[in-house]
Each structure stands twice: as structure tokens, then as C-alpha cells.
């Protein structure tokens, strides 16, 4: 039996362990989309994770959807990624970067251009997204031309080359949990009619060249790719064609051989079954909000390779150790998800400084 910590090659990576670092937007970029200098602490203070998933970042400036994001498009982004990435390595990490276009979950107070959103249809989410004055509901976007969905495609291909120029081992394209690749696969978001709407083939159209231009550029050995079947993230609904859906899309991944899938599994366990048979590369699966006492169940039953880890690895930069040792979990505080500086994101205490201030506390009681 496979267990949690047998090591495992991925892609061009030789792996310790199968735990990973799940991507988490922290909110705490520069507004030009540079990465700051507090990211080098956040990334290395989790290596022991060995893959270090980052944050969404947005691969063009429509890209955005949330405030202080960072970018992978500009060659100032690209020098402010790469202090992150050698820390990353010195630690004795690999770092793929989630290439994220947020398309209609955006919002123009998010961006610095203030421009309205893009996305498949001129289709509003119908949901509330967090800007700078709060809580609002997500405007409607503007429909991408057909030569602006190529476009776009050329945007991922560009930003995975950036991302390789500034270090990283990889990328993971972003076509889960409500953002434009995502929204492309759903009919209540997509009701276009040239090639990239209508049917099954046509609606993962979109994902599909992106994964091909990406792994063209970059090599299929460095790129992986997210996605989220049957979620309603984003208000998306991808109806009574959800499995077919994602049978179809999965197995015409396959063909690309890419790195990695990486599933947010949130529902239907013969989907995952099926999926798991159709993929024959690593396959990452995140149960969300699974107990601490499962979590290397999916591993153990073959049904995945690896699991990543999302909030407790933000509150726990030595969770592999915590995990390993049974130790507690510090909680994640919900308050410094997104935004601010260094409390909530650089200074969850490890096992090892809680000893240490115990013991400084040991020594100067009388
Ligand atoms: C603060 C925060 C930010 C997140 N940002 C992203 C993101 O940028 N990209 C993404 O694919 N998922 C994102 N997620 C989802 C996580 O990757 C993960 O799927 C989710 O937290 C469930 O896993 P968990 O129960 O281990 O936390 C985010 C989650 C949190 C808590």
C-alpha cells in the first residue's frame, strides 16, 4: 500500500512525500501585481510541504479579479518572483505558480485599470465578490470575442514562459472553482455560439488549448492543471452533463500526458473513480474541508497521489511535521485570509518556536 509519505517523481520533480501546498490567494501583493518581499518568507517557511502550489496569479491585467494579486506577465513581475523562487529552492522545494484568470469574478474597484470584466457570455455571476469598499455584487462582463478567447490563450502561453524565466519548476492552470476556464465548461455562464459554446467539445475547447499551448511552451512534464467538477463556485451550474463533462475533458488531458491533474473534489465518488482511471499521470485530490483523521485515505486507496493541503498548511507552516509527529493544528484566522502584511501570514508559530518560547519561559521563572 502506497502510504502518505513514499516519495514519488512527478513530472520532472522528485518528491519526499505526497502532502503539497494547495493554491491560496493572500491579497497581499503589490497594486502593480509585483509579489512582495513577504511572499519569500511565506513560501520557504512551508518547503517541507515539497510542492509549493502558489496563490492564484494573474496571467494579463483582465486577468485580475481580486485586490493585490500578483502577476505573471510584466518583466517586473517576472524579477519579483525569482528572489521567491530561489528561497523556495534553497529550502528544497519546487514551486509551480496557478496561473489564474478570474474572467467575470472580478469587480473594476479589484483592478488597477478599472475595466469591466470578460468572460464567455455577457452573463453576471450573480454572487458577491470582496473589493476594496466591501462585499458587492459581481457586475456582468463583457463577452470575449472569438479572436480574444485566442488571445487569451496566447496570455497563459506567455505567462508559463514568464513563470519559467522567473524560476518556477511549473505551472497549474487554473480551470476550477468558478473563474474563466471554469465558466467556459458551465452553460449557465457560456451560451456562445462559435466554437468555444454549444456542445461538451466545444465548451472545454477553451481549457483544452490553453492545457496544449501551455505544455507546448513550457513542456507537458511542467505543466499541471486544477479543476473542480460539480462545483457551484462563482454561481456556475455545469447542469445534467457535469460527468460526461469532465470524462471527455480528462481524457483528452491525457492525450497532452501534462504533469499533474489536480482535483477539488467536492462530490460524486464514481466521477472520481472514473477520473482516476482515465488519468494516468500524478493525480492530486483535495477533499475540502475533509477531518485530519482521512486525509491519507485517498492515497492509501490508490484513488490519488498526492494531497495538498489548504488552510491547514496556511496556519501550520510545519504541518507535514505536525501531521507526521500527531501534533495539534494552529486555527487559521479567517480575518487575515486576504490583505494586510506580515500577522496571518508569516507568523503562525511551528512546533519548534512554541518549544522555544516555552522553554524561554521555563527559564525565567524563578
Ligand atoms: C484563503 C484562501 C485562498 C484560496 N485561493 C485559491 C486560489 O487562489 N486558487 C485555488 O485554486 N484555490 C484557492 N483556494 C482553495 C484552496 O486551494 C482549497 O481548495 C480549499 O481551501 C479547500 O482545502 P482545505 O480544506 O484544505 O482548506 C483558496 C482557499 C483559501 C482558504
Given at each position: 500500500?502506497?502510504?502518505?509519505?513514499?516519495?514519488?517523481?512527478?513530472?520532472?520533480?522528485?518528491?519526499?512525500?505526497?502532502?503539497?501546498?494547495?493554491?491560496?490567494?493572500?491579497?497581499?501583493?503589490?497594486?502593480?501585481?509585483?509579489?512582495?518581499?513577504?511572499a519569500v518568507d511565506?513560501?520557504?517557511?512551508?518547503?517541507?510541504?515539497?510542492?509549493?502550489?502558489?496563490?492564484?496569479?494573474?496571467?494579463?491585467?483582465?486577468?485580475?479579479?481580486?485586490?493585490?494579486?500578483?502577476?505573471?506577465?510584466?518583466?517586473?513581475?517576472?524579477?519579483?518572483?525569482?528572489?521567491?523562487?530561489?528561497?523556495?529552492?534553497?529550502?528544497?522545494?519546487?514551486?509551480?505558480?496557478?496561473?489564474?484568470?478570474?474572467?467575470?469574478?472580478?469587480?473594476?474597484?479589484?483592478?488597477?485599470?478599472?475595466?469591466?470584466?470578460?468572460?464567455?457570455?455577457?452573463?453576471?455571476?450573480?454572487?458577491?465578490?470582496?473589493?476594496?469598499?466591501?462585499?458587492?455584487?459581481?457586475?456582468?462582463?463583457?463577452?470575449?470575442?472569438t479572436d480574444e478567447?485566442?488571445?487569451?490563450?496566447?496570455?497563459?502561453?506567455?505567462?508559463?514562459?514568464?513563470?519559467?524565466?522567473?524560476?518556477?519548476?511549473?505551472?497549474?492552470?487554473?480551470?476550477?472553482?468558478?473563474?474563466?476556464?471554469?465558466?467556459?465548461?458551465?452553460?449557465?455562464?457560456?451560451?456562445?455560439?462559435?466554437?468555444?459554446?454549444?456542445?461538451?467539445?466545444n465548451r472545454t475547447?477553451?481549457?483544452?488549448?490553453?492545457?496544449?499551448?501551455?505544455?507546448?511552451?513550457?513542456?507537458?512534464?511542467?505543466?499541471?492543471?486544477?479543476?473542480?467538477?460539480?462545483?457551484?463556485?462563482?454561481?456556475?451550474?455545469?447542469?445534467?452533463?457535469?460527468?460526461?463533462?469532465?470524462?471527455?475533458?480528462?481524457?483528452?488531458?491525457?492525450?497532452?500526458?501534462?504533469?499533474?491533474?489536480?482535483?477539488?473534489?467536492?462530490?460524486?465518488?464514481?466521477?472520481?473513480?472514473?477520473?482516476?482511471?482515465?488519468?494516468?499521470?500524478?493525480?492530486?485530490?483535495?477533499?475540502?474541508?475533509?477531518?485530519?483523521?482521512?486525509?491519507?485515505?485517498?492515497?492509501?486507496?490508490?484513488?490519488?497521489?498526492?494531497?495538498?493541503?489548504?488552510?491547514?498548511?496556511?496556519?501550520?507552516?510545519?504541518?507535514?511535521?505536525?501531521?507526521?509527529?500527531?501534533?495539534?493544528?494552529?486555527?487559521?484566522?479567517?480575518?487575515?485570509?486576504?490583505?494586510?502584511?506580515?500577522?496571518?501570514?508569516?507568523?503562525?508559530?511551528?512546533?519548534?518556536?512554541?518549544?522555544?518560547?516555552?522553554?524561554?519561559?521555563?527559564?525565567?521563572?524563578?
Amino acid at each position: 500500500m502506497t502510504t502518505l509519505w513514499d516519495p514519488l517523481t512527478l513530472g520532472r520533480l522528485r518528491l519526499k512525500h505526497r502532502l503539497a501546498l494547495a493554491p491560496m490567494t493572500r491579497s497581499r501583493a503589490h497594486p502593480d501585481g509585483t509579489p512582495s518581499a513577504l511572499a519569500v518568507d511565506y513560501y520557504t517557511q512551508r518547503a517541507s510541504l515539497g510542492l509549493l502550489i502558489t496563490e492564484g496569479v494573474q496571467p494579463s491585467d483582465d486577468g485580475q479579479g481580486y485586490l493585490n494579486t500578483p502577476g505573471i506577465y510584466r518583466d517586473d513581475h517576472v524579477e519579483a518572483w525569482r528572489p521567491i523562487t530561489t528561497a523556495v529552492h534553497e529550502a528544497g522545494a519546487a514551486i509551480f505558480l496557478q496561473l489564474m484568470h478570474a474572467g467575470r469574478m472580478s469587480h473594476p474597484d479589484n483592478t488597477p485599470h478599472h475595466r469591466q470584466s470578460v468572460g464567455p457570455s455577457a452573463i453576471a455571476a450573480g454572487v458577491q465578490l470582496f473589493t476594496a469598499a466591501g462585499m458587492q455584487p459581481v457586475p456582468a462582463p463583457r463577452a470575449l470575442g472569438t479572436d480574444e478567447v485566442v488571445a487569451t490563450i496566447d496570455d497563459f502561453r506567455t505567462a508559463a514562459a514568464a513563470a519559467i524565466r522567473a524560476g518556477a519548476d511549473g505551472v497549474e492552470i487554473h480551470a476550477a472553482n468558478g473563474y474563466i476556464l471554469h465558466q467556459f465548461l458551465s452553460p449557465n455562464a457560456n451560451e456562445r455560439t462559435d466554437r468555444y459554446g454549444g456542445s461538451i467539445e466545444n465548451r472545454t475547447r477553451f481549457t483544452l488549448e490553453v492545457a496544449a499551448a501551455v505544455a507546448q511552451e513550457i513542456g507537458a512534464d511542467r505543466t499541471g492543471i486544477r479543476l473542480s467538477p460539480g462545483s457551484g463556485a462563482g454561481g456556475l451550474d455545469e447542469g445534467v452533463e457535469t460527468n460526461d463533462l469532465y470524462r471527455y475533458l480528462v481524457a483528452e488531458l491525457a492525450k497532452l500526458d501534462l504533469a499533474y491533474v489536480h482535483l477539488l473534489h467536492t462530490g460524486d465518488e464514481g466521477l472520481l473513480r472514473d477520473l482516476r482511471a482515465a488519468w494516468p499521470n500524478t493525480l492530486l485530490v483535495l477533499r475540502a474541508g475533509r477531518d485530519r483523521g482521512v486525509v491519507q485515505n485517498d492515497v492509501e486507496a490508490g484513488l490519488a497521489d498526492v494531497a495538498p493541503l489548504g488552510r491547514w498548511a496556511l496556519a501550520n507552516p510545519d504541518v507535514v511535521e505536525r501531521l507526521r509527529v500527531g501534533a495539534e493544528f494552529n486555527e487559521p484566522d479567517r480575518a487575515t485570509f486576504y490583505g494586510g502584511g506580515a500577522e496571518g501570514f508569516n507568523d503562525y508559530p511551528t512546533l519548534a518556536s512554541a518549544t522555544a518560547t516555552a522553554t524561554t519561559t521555563e527559564g525565567i521563572r524563578p
